[in-house]
């Protein structure tokens, strides 16, 4: 049941140049998505987030996209710095109802900035 | 600033015995969840608590998993007797009224032999 995907295991990018991180979802009820960084036993901590009203949300060197109708958000990271070598995980959730609203994740890019 | 604290950070239990994970969310969030992630795969839910109740829980939450918010600060998840499948991490999240965003500890690495 991969409602999340992050089809590319891995990527690597020199220093500088720009970091562009993908997901797919297949759920159409999902209208937050959210993007999570993770160091090898550590837990997820919260990059940036879009909610389905918007196509683009920017903080500092990250810039998340999405594209409604093509199911499709990435991951801007400009300019890329060794320290953001790292998993990201790209996370959505349906409508708040209550107290709803679990994260479902993809599986996980490992991004590796070289110097 | 605020976070998520979990403990202990490793746990190692003989298969059969029963275990509680212990989370401390940010003071002032209300909502507060329970996530797994075994060795090489995705994170997946578990439960989510709200009012000192279950709001939603996954297949993998089945009756050897409880959660409890015994006082105003801890937030657990007991496992009654371990098996082996139970070994992964687990993340405590917790959550503010009216956003979106839930905040991750640190995880808590359990390990049943």
């Known amino acids: 049941d991969q409602q999340v995907k992050q089809n590319s295991p891995s990527l690597s990018v020199q220093e500088g140049r720009i970091s562009i991180l993908n997901c797919d979802y297949t759920?159409?009820?999902?209208?937050?998505f959210l993007w999570y960084k993770k160091y090898p036993a550590e837990g997820p901590t919260f990059l940036i987030s879009?909610?389905?009203?918007?196509d683009k949300n920017e903080d500092g060197r990250f810039t998340v996209f999405l594209n409604k109708s093509a199911k499709h958000l990435s991951l801007h990271i400009v300019p890329s710095q060794p320290g953001d070598s790292a998993v990201y995980f790209c996370?959505?959730?349906?409508?708040?109802?209550?107290?709803?609203?679990?994260?479902?994740f993809g599986k996980g890019i490992t991004l590796s900035v070289r110097p | 600033e605020p976070e998520v604290t979990q403990t202990p950070s490793h746990q190692v239990t003989q298969m059969g015995q029963e275990v509680i994970l212990r989370c401390v969310p940010i003071?002032?969030?209300?909502?507060f969840y329970w996530y797994r992630q075994i060795l090489g795969q995705k994170v997946e839910f578990l439960v989510s608590?709200?009012?000192?109740?279950?709001?939603?829980k996954s297949e993998i939450f089945d009756d050897q998993f409880s959660v409890e918010r015994p006082d105003g600060s801890n937030f657990t998840l007991k496992i009654r007797s371990t098996k082996l499948e139970d070994s992964a991490m687990y993340f405590c999240?917790?959550?503010?009224?009216?956003?979106?965003?839930?905040?991750f500890g640190p995880g808590t690495r359990l390990t049943v032999l």
């Open positions: 003071s002032n969030h209300l909502y």
């Open positions: 996370a959505a959730s349906a409508p708040l109802t209550g107290a709803n609203s679990k994260l479902t």
């Open positions: 759920n159409s009820m999902f209208d937050y």
């Open positions: 608590f709200y009012n000192n109740e279950i709001s939603e």
């Open positions: 999240a917790s959550r503010a009224t009216g956003a979106d965003t839930q905040y």
């Open positions: 879009i909610s389905s009203i918007k």
